[in-house]
């Protein structure tokens, strides 16, 4: 998802350059004033972290392989201001050392990758750990986390190609989106596993990072706080209803057939919507709803499996043994 | 060491950036132009000794990419005029983009960023980065190395499994490693 030079335009290059500056302006402000920079020699080498992270290749459908980007992770182990600042060293020297995404669309970049995938990624972790998370919740709000934060990182990049004119909204929108559903996956696992493997060793760390940010307004219930992202993340899909057909009739009027499949696009939706909803729109936002909140509950089987059970042994433990013995 | 790398890095980036602002700024029905670029670009890759091969091999890394976005820009009124004027700017940048990196030491690039008074915090991070990406990057060989001696094979599942388990064991043992270089700078009075 790293933009190079030569998509975006001018005017859309320094306007994310700017919103970029100012984002991370504000971390290096909070940080000075929060920590006793202490914290330097943690930030850089997180940053080679993150940055050797990013190597790991794991494959998507059809021989293409996405990477771990890691901002939500970063923004779990590190905080939010810790974490940009992580991930934005890391996007410029992929930039100026190995010319990986472009030096004129650096801004963009760090807005995708660096502003939007922490601040979502953050806001998602936040919001479903609560106040005092056990173990099990941690791993599925970073996972859950992962997962959105690839997501409107793509949302974003989507809209920069559109807004430089080089590709059109409807067909850019659903391509980005459907191909970072699926390497979104891919993070979410990985982060989960890193996070299982931190708590199991190093869990002190979780709880410093949590106290460097934003204060979360502990909701009633992960439950509650997953229903409330899902919303989210439909009311960001509405727009598909309406962009992917339009897409697919552009896509098949450039190639020609133009007759033939002119009534046919919209067909499936009107069978596939929902019975007694109406408009394509609130179908796809309630589909989007129902996917998200699936993801959520598979994120939460996730982190039942990976947790392993003796994180609250200390209460379950002797009666459990002495079940055991008597039968 | 040729004339090129030697170069003060200030002028090389901002020569650099100013070229790619140009192309940028091109629109796409005249990006052709930009072809005019080409034979500067060729003669300083040459000053510097670089091997056209070895650019050309990581051009090609970023082609995936390059084709997507190109692809998507078709489905629209002269859909071919302006893809190939993309392709023909996006591959002229990452060009100037990749003689820009090889030739510029990172050392060189933090200290134009200080100068250019780019908060402390960030340029001290990707001073750190650029000095223990290599050392992280050793840590992560050796983990799989010991795992590869360890384990017989490994099952899908199972591969997912120990890739989480490493990348976290590596935070782990960066947070230790962090924390001895804190103490270590401490103790020699830095930060």
């Known amino acids: ?327 | 060491m040729s004339a090129v790398h030697r170069a003060p890095a200030p002028l090389k980036l901002g020569v650099g950036l100013a070229l790619i602002l140009g192309l940028a700024a091109l629109p796409a029905e005249r990006a052709w132009w930009g072809l005019w670029a080409l034979p500067l670009l060729v003669l300083v890759a040459f000053l510097a000794r670089l091997s056209i091969v070895g650019l050309l091999r990581r051009l090609a890394l970023a082609v995936p990419f390059l084709l997507g976005v190109v692809s998507l820009a078709w489905f629209r009124p002269h859909g071919l005029e302006i893809a190939l004027g993309l392709l023909i700017k996006a591959s002229l940048s990452l060009f100037t983009l990749q003689i820009l990196a090889s030739t510029t030491p990172i050392s060189d690039i933090v200290r134009t960023l200080r100068r250019m008074h780019v908060p402390e915090v960030l340029c001290d991070a990707i001073a750190l980065l650029a000095r223990y990406s290599t050392v992280l990057a050793d840590e992560a060989l050796r983990m799989r190395r010991a795992r590869a001696g360890r384990t017989l094979r490994a099952s899908r599942v199972h591969w997912w499994r120990v890739l989480g388990n490493s990348v976290g064991l590596l935070f782990v043992r960066t947070v230790s490693r962090a924390e001895r270089i804190q103490v270590a700078m401490r103790s020699r009075g830095g930060a």
């Open chain 1, 1 to 327: 998802m790293h933009i190079p030079d030569g998509f975006l335009s001018a005017r859309v290059a320094l306007g994310y350059a700017a919103l970029s500056s100012l984002g991370i302006g504000v971390a290096c402000y909070r940080l000075r004033s929060e920590s006793d920079r202490g914290q330097s020699a943690l930030l850089g080498v997180s940053a080679a972290f993150v940055f050797a992270a990013q190597m790991v290749n794991f494959p998507v459908v059809a021989g293409t392989s996405g990477h771990l980007v890691g901002s939500a992770l970063a923004a779990a182990l590190l905080g939010l201001p810790g974490a940009l600042i992580v991930m934005t060293a890391v996007l410029i020297v992929q930039c100026l050392v190995f010319a990986d995404g472009g030096v004129f669309a650096l801004g963009a970049n760090v807005f995708n990758l660096g502003l939007v995938g922490c601040v979502v990624g953050y806001c998602c972790y936040r919001l479903l750990c609560g106040r005092a998370p056990s173990s099990t919740r941690r791993v599925a709000a970073v996972a859950f986390a992962g997962w959105c934060a690839t997501l409107a990182g793509a949302l974003s990049c989507a809209s920069q190609l559109a807004l430089s004119g080089t590709a059109r909204l409807p067909v850019v929108l659903p391509a980005l989106l459907g191909v970072h559903a699926l390497i979104g996956l891919g993070e979410a696992v990985i982060s989960a596993l890193v996070v299982a493997t931190v708590l199991r060793f190093r869990p002190e760390l979780l709880e410093r990072a949590a106290n460097g940010g934003l204060e979360a307004r502990a909701p009633a219930s992960a439950v509650l706080a997953g229903l409330g992202l899902s919303v989210a993340v439909a009311a960001l899909l509405g727009p598909l209803a309406y962009a992917a057909p339009d897409g697919f009739a552009h896509v098949m009027q450039s190639l020609g057939l133009r007759a033939s499949a002119q009534p046919s696009p919209l067909a499936p939706l009107s069978e596939y919507g929902i019975p007694g909803v109406v408009s394509g729109v609130l179908a796809t936002v309630l589909a989007g709803c129902f996917g998200t909140l699936l993801l959520f509950g598979l994120c939460w089987l996730l982190a039942r499996a990976l947790v392993p059970r003796p994180a609250r042994a200390s209460d379950a433990e002797a009666p459990r043994v002495a079940v055991e013995s008597s039968g």
